[in-house]
T-cell receptor, first 114, second 115 residues
Framework: GDSVTQMEGPVTLSEEAFLTINCTYT??????LFWYVQYPGEGLQLLLK?????DKGSNKGFEATYRKETTSFHLEKGSVQVSDSAVYFC?????????????FGKGTKLTVNP | DGGITQSPKYLFRKEGQNVTLSCEQN?????MYWYRQDPGQGLRLIYY???????QKGDIAEGYSVSREKKESFPLTVTSAQKNPTAFYLC??????????????FGSGTRLTVV
């Protein structure tokens, strides 16, 4: 079935370091791909998305490119801040039974130290 | 501002009791979803609804029930049949259930603890 695999955390970085969180997927058809962020005690917020191959999603300095050939959607940021500390979820969207359904990875916890 | 409101934020339940978690949205979204989040397991789909008066089971529906009498409301009842209900529950909505590009809007969650 359709699935998402994220790199396991936790990931700990110093402020201004480069961030990569790996995400690969398995899907039939052509899913859309998403990154969501969850701050402590809160719900998930959409960070960025890409709906077709070679699309690049970007927001708040984060980027991810939809790579069909490697079935990947890795999240990157050039210089992280303490405020980026959160859990990051990669997800794919499929149309199943006439309804959109999101399939999530297990999440990667990021801690950024000053 | 439009959004999804979940209440209460914290809920305590005695064993053997049913409890209902509220989810209300003013986004005029057609589809609504309930997820359960446990540490290290990501999000698992409990129930979803594409239109009023219709809903489908997700991957872990046993021990849960829902209703969708109004477009803006999708309450979740955790019944006594749910053996391990302690978790963080998230409600979400999407504007068009037939789309695969819209993504979801999430509420801020309800943390349920069995005491």
């Amino acid at each position: 079935g359709d699935s998402v695999t994220q790199m396991e955390g936790p990931v700990t970085l110093s402020e201004e370091a480069f961030l990569t969180i790996n995400c690969t997927y398995t899907a039939t058809g052509y899913p859309s791909l998403f990154w969501y962020v969850q701050y402590p005690g809160e719900g998930l917020q959409l960070l960025l998305k890409a709906t077709k191959a070679d699309d690049k999603g970007s927001n708040k300095g984060f980027e991810a490119t939809y790579r069909k050939e490697t079935t990947s959607f890795h999240l990157e940021k050039g210089s992280v801040q303490v405020s980026d500390s959160a859990v990051y979820f990669c997800a794919l969207s499929i149309a199943e039974g006439g309804s959109e359904k999101l399939v999530f990875g297990k999440g990667t916890k990021l801690t950024v130290n000053p | 501002d439009g959004g999804i409101t979940q209440s209460p934020k914290y809920l305590f339940r005695k064993e053997g009791q049913n409890v209902t978690l509220s989810c209300e949205q003013n986004l005029n979204h057609d589809a609504m979803y309930w997820y359960r989040q446990d540490p290290g397991q990501g999000l698992r789909l409990i129930y979803y609804s594409q239109i009023v008066n219709d809903f489908q089971k997700g991957d872990i529906a046993e021990g849960y029930s829902v209703s969708r009498e109004k477009k803006e409301s999708f309450p979740l009842t955790v019944t006594s049949a749910q053996k391990n209900p302690t978790a963080f529950y998230l409600c979400a909505s999407s504007i068009d259930p037939r789309s695969r590009v819209s993504g979801y809007t999430f509420g801020s969650g309800t943390r349920l603890t069995v005491v």
